[in-house]
C-alpha cells in the first residue's frame, strides 16, 4: 500500500534504569518490537495503560528520540538516516501536541510569538506575512488577536492547548501526534478540542497518531485502533471490529473497563481476574508479557513470545491462545 | 492570583515581591549608593573645584584636564587651586579673596585626591578637615574610600560577569547535552572546588604582572563553579519538560532552544547565584588587597586601606573601621539583595 505515512519495522526502545559503574545493568523496555503501519488521512488511535510506551511510540515516530532497535519510515524513506537538510524537512512535515499544555509553552513568552515560532525557524515569509499566517492559524484555532499578547499562565487550559495546536500546525504539517492532548483538560473543554481536532484533520488532510488511555475518546476518533501493553502492540484492528469482536485478553478487559449506563448493558468478559488487578507486582515472565495476568494462559505462553498475526482481515492479535 | 495581579510579567511579580521585603530594599538602597559614589567618585572627591566664578567669569577647574591653562584672562595652573583650599576651614562654597582674585569657588564635598600626600597632616584622627582621618602619608582616607569603591565594584562586576558567561556557556552545555559532556563539565567543576580558590588566586596572581585586569580575569575564571551547577541544574529540569521537546518538533536547533528558551526560564537561580558571587568578589578583591597581592599601590582600595592600618592598629582605629565598615555594608547589602531575590523568585510562593 503505498498511501503509508509511518511505517515501523520491529522498533523497540529501552532506559537504562540505574547507571553505576559495580551495579548490574537492568533496562526497562519502553516500546518492544512495534512494527506499524499509519496510512495517509487516518486517525490512528493507541490506547493502553500508563506506562505501556504510547507516548514514547509517538516520540520514536518523530525521532524525538532514537530507538534501540528497528527502523522508521517516513513516506518510504528511513528517519534514522536524514542529513540535516531532510531532517528540517521532515521536522516541517510532522509535528506533536502534548497532553500539558502549560508544560508545553515556553512560560516567558507570549503565545502569539510561540505560535510565530516555527515560521522563524524554518524562516518562513516577512515579519508581516508571518503575523497574517500567525492571525489565520489562530482564527481557526479560536484564538482572538488580543489572546496572542497574553504569557501561557494568563490563559485558561482549553486556550493553552488551542495555542499549542496552532503552534503544530503554522507549519502545515501531514503528520501529528497527539500525546494524549485531552488528559489535562475539563470534559467540556475535551468536547471543544476534539471537534477542532476533527475540523482541522478535515481542512489539512492531516493524519492522527491520537494517543489516548481514554478508550471512549478514541472510540469516538479513531479509524484504527491500536492496544498497547508493556511495550507491545498486542492488538490492532480497524475500529468497529475492534470494538465489536476484542481478541486479546487485555483488550477485553480494557474494553470492560469503560463504564456503561447501566451494568446491564456490560457485555464481553464476564470477570475479571483478581490476577489482573495486580499490575506492577509481578515479574514479568520470559515468554508473553501479559501472562503473569492472563485469565485464559497456556503452559507454553511463559516461554514463547508471540508474533502478531492477522487473524481476520486488517486484525492483527499477539496471543498464541487464539 | 491571576485577576488581581492582572497583566504583570514575572519581572513584575518578582519585583512587587521584594518590594515588599524591607530588608532587601535597605540592601538594594546601599547597593545603589555605592554604586552612586563609584560612578560620582571624581565630582565628590577631587583636589579642584567643581565650578569657579573668579573675576566674574566661571571656570571648571574640575573638567579640565592636567597641564591643560585655563582660559588667558585668569591663568591658575591646576596646583594653585589647592593652595586657596588650605586658607580657609574648607566648605564646599568658598569666597575668594585673593590679591587679583575675587570671586567664590564650589568645592567637591570632599576637596583631596586620594593621591594627595599633606605631610602636617600624617595620621590626623577624623576631624572637620579631613572627615574620616588621613593615613600614614597624610592622604584622606575619605577620598581614598570613594576611589576604592571604584576598584570593589568593578571587580565585582567584571569578575562576575566573567564567571557568569563561563559559567552559563557551560554549565548550560553540560545540562543539556547530557551524557559525557556533562560528566566533563562536572569532573572539571569538581576539581575546582577542591582546591581552595584564595589560594589558587594568590599562587594564579604571583605569576602576573600586578593589574587590576588580571585580578577580574582570576577570580572570574576561578569563581564559574556555582553559577555552572546552577544552569546545568535547571537545564536538567526545563530539558524534560515539553516545551523544550516541542521546539525540538518544530526543527529549533540546539543553540536556539539553550539561548532564547532555556536560558530565559533558567535565569532566575542564576541571578541570584550573580548577586552573591558579586558579594564573594568583592571580598576576595579586598582580602587580596589586605595581603598585598591586589591593585598596585597608587590606586586606592578598601582592602588597601586595611592593609596600611595593621601598623597602627593600636591608636589609628579610623584606618580599620571606616574601610572595613564599607566592605562590610557591601558585602551585606549584596547579600540581602541576593537573598531578598531569592525569596522574590520562589515559585512556591506563586500559588
Not at chain 1, 10 to 29: A, D, N, P
Not at chain 2, 203 to 224: D, E, R
Not at chain 2, 305 to 324: K, N
Amino acid at each position: 500500500m503505498n498511501q503509508d505515512i509511518i511505517t515501523t519495522y520491529r522498533l523497540s526502545k529501552s532506559y537504562e534504569l540505574s547507571k553505576g559503574i559495580f551495579s548490574k545493568r537492568s533496562f526497562i523496555q519502553a516500546v518492544n518490537d512495534v512494527s506499524i503501519r499509519i496510512r495517509k488521512g487516518e486517525i490512528c488511535g493507541v490506547v493502553g495503560e500508563s506506562g505501556c510506551g504510547k507516548s514514547t511510540l509517538g516520540r520514536l515516530l518523530l525521532r524525538l528520540e532514537e530507538p534501540t532497535s528497528g527502523k522508521v519510515f517516513f513516506n518510504g524513506e528511513d528517519i534514522s538516516t536524514f542529513s540535516n537538510t531532510s531532517l528540517r524537512a521532515f521536522r516541517r512535515k510532522t509535528q506533536i501536541i502534548f497532553q500539558d499544555p502549560y508544560a508545553s509553552l515556553n512560560p516567558r513568552q507570549p503565545v502569539g510569538n510561540a505560535i510565530e515560532e516555527g515560521l522563524l525557524i524554518h524562516n518562513i515569509g516577512t515579519p508581516v506575512e508571518r503575523k497574517e499566517l500567525v492571525d489565520e492559524i489562530s482564527e481557526i484555532v479560536g484564538l482572538s488577536k488580543e489572546q496572542l499578547q497574553l504569557y501561557p499562565h494568563e490563559l485558561s487550559g482549553g486556550q493553552r492547548q488551542r495555542v499549542c495546536i496552532a503552534r503544530a500546525l503554522i507549519l502545515r504539517p501531514e503528520f501529528v501526534v497527539c500525546d494524549e492532548p485531552l488528559s489535562a483538560l475539563d470534559v467540556s473543554i475535551q468536547a471543544q478540542i476534539i471537534n477542532l481536532l476533527l475540523d482541522l484533520q478535515e481542512r489539512y488532510q492531516l493524519t492522527y497518531l491520537f494517543i489516548s488511555h481514554d478508550l471512549s475518546i478514541v472510540r469516538h476518533l479513531a479509524d484504527r485502533i491500536m492496544v498497547m501493553y508493556l511495550g507491545y502492540v498486542v492488538e490492532e484492528a480497524p475500529k468497529e471490529e475492534l470494538f465489536s469482536n476484542p481478541l486479546h485478553p487485555y483488550t477485553q478487559v480494557l474494553l470492560s473497563s469503560i463504564p456503561v449506563h447501566h451494568p446491564s448493558l456490560r457485555k464481553g468478559v464476564k470477570f475479571v481476574s483478581k490476577e489482573l488487578l495486580r499490575h506492577g507486582e509481578i515479574e514479568p515472565s520470559r515468554g508473553c508479557v501479559f501472562e503473569p495476568r492472563c485469565p485464559i494462559k497456556q503452559q507454553r505462553c511463559k516461554k514463547d513470545i508471540p508474533e502478531p498475526r492477522e487473524v481476520f482481515p486488517y486484525h492483527y492479535v499477539r496471543c498464541i491462545a487464539i | 492570583m491571576a485577576m488581581k495581579v492582572g497583566r504583570r510579567s514575572y519581572w513584575g511579580m518578582v519585583w512587587s515581591r521584594f518590594r515588599r521585603n524591607p530588608m532587601a530594599m535597605v540592601g538594594l538602597f546601599i547597593t545603589c549608593f555605592f554604586w552612586a559614589v563609584a560612578i560620582f567618585a571624581p565630582l565628590l572627591a577631587n583636589d579642584r573645584p567643581i565650578i569657579a566664578h573668579v573675576n566674574g567669569s566661571f571656570m571648571f577647574p574640575l573638567f579640565y584636564s592636567k597641564g591643560e591653562t585655563i582660559k588667558s584672562d585668569s591663568s591658575i595652573s591646576l596646583d594653585r587651586w589647592k593652595s586657596f583650599r588650605q586658607y580657609k576651614a574648607i566648605s564646599p562654597f568658598q569666597r575668594l579673596n585673593e590679591k587679583e582674585l575675587s570671586g567664590w569657588i564650589i568645592w567637591p564635598i570632599v576637596p583631596y585626591s586620594p593621591t594627595e600626600h599633606d605631610l602636617m597632616e600624617i595620621l590626623s584622627p577624623p576631624s572637620s578637615k579631613h572627615w574620616f582621618g588621613t593615613d600614614d602619608r597624610g592622604r584622606d582616607v575619605l577620598s581614598r574610600m570613594i576611589y576604592g569603591s571604584r576598584v570593589s565594584l568593578s571587580v565585582g562586576v567584571v569578575a562576575v560577569g566573567i564567571a557568569t558567561v563561563v559559567g552559563i556557556i557551560l554549565g548550560g552545555i553540560g545540562g543539556y547535552f547530557g551524557g559525557w559532556v556533562d560528566a566533563l563539565v562536572n569532573r572539571i567543576i569538581e576539581i575546582l572546588l577542591t582546591i581552595p580558590t584564595f589560594f589558587l588566586i594568590i599562587a594564579i596572581i604571583a605569576f602576573l604582572p600586578p593589574s587590576i585586569y588580571n585580578i577580574m580575569v582570576v577570580i572570574g575564571l576561578t569563581g564559574w563553579t556555582g553559577i555552572a551547577r546552577f544552569v546545568r541544574a535547571e537545564f536538567l529540569k526545563l530539558k524534560a519538560m515539553d516545551f523544550v521537546m516541542a521546539l525540538k518538533a518544530l526543527g529549533a536547533s540546539p543553540v536556539r532552544i539553550i539561548f532564547l528558551h532555556m536560558l530565559p526560564n533558567a535565569m532566575a537561580p542564576v541571578l541570584v547565584a550573580i548577586v552573591f558571587g558579586v558579594a564573594g568578589a568583592i571580598l576576595t578583591e579586598s582580602g587580596l588587597s589586605f595581603l598585598g597581592f591586589g591593585v598596585p599601590p597608587p590606586t586606592p582600595s578598601w582592602g588597601d586601606i586595611l592593609s596600611q592600618s595593621r601598623d597602627y592598629v593600636e591608636f589609628a582605629w579610623w584606618l580599620t573601621v571606616f574601610p572595613g565598615s564599607a566592605i562590610f555594608l557591601t558585602i551585606t547589602a549584596y547579600n540581602v539583595v541576593g537573598e531578598g531575590l531569592r525569596d522574590a523568585m520562589d515559585p512556591k510562593l506563586y500559588r
